[in-house]
């Protein structure tokens, strides 16, 4: 099932930022057993919790784009990810793992927040913009 957590804070000093994180990603072990993923440029947090259905062996999260300027957090499906992927791989787009995680980051990529517009599925996702300063 999954879970994703998170935080925006300038009151979380640095030193025990990833601490809380933990902390608010152990609240929702239960939702996903099989792997934890964080990642913290302050003043942003995101993390989650994955219970491994689709890409058991490269599907951990966050997963970066090439220069780790975006990291994704993600819970649900898209069930037109693999139309999505074909689509974007003829558009230049290489891809590391075979998951629909990858592939809403690399929308991102190819068409900002009008991404969200082609997803097809039940989903929550956190996409950090590292230079940006920005949480999508």
């Not at 640095?14 to 792997?35: C, F």
């Not at 069930?79 to 629909?100: C, I, K, P, Q």
Request: charged share 20%; proline share 4%; aromatic share 10%.
């Amino acid at each position: 099932m999954c879970g994703i957590a998170g935080f925006i804070s300038n009151r979380i000093p640095e030193s025990t930022g990833m601490q809380v994180l933990q902390q608010l990603t152990g609240i929702i072990k239960h939702r996903g057993p099989d792997d934890a993923g964080h990642f913290m440029h302050l003043p942003f947090a995101i993390g989650m919790r994955r219970l491994s259905i689709i890409d058991l062996a490269n599907g951990a999260q966050p997963i970066f784009n090439e220069n780790r300027t975006l990291a994704i957090v993600f819970n649900g499906e898209i069930y037109n990810y693999r139309e999505l992927r074909d689509e974007l791989f003829m558009l230049g787009h290489a891809f590391h793992t075979v998951s629909d995680t990858e592939v809403i980051l690399k929308s991102f990529e190819q068409w900002g927040t009008d991404c969200f517009i082609r997803l097809n599925g039940m989903f929550a996702v956190a996409i950090l913009d590292v230079p940006g300063q920005k949480l999508y």
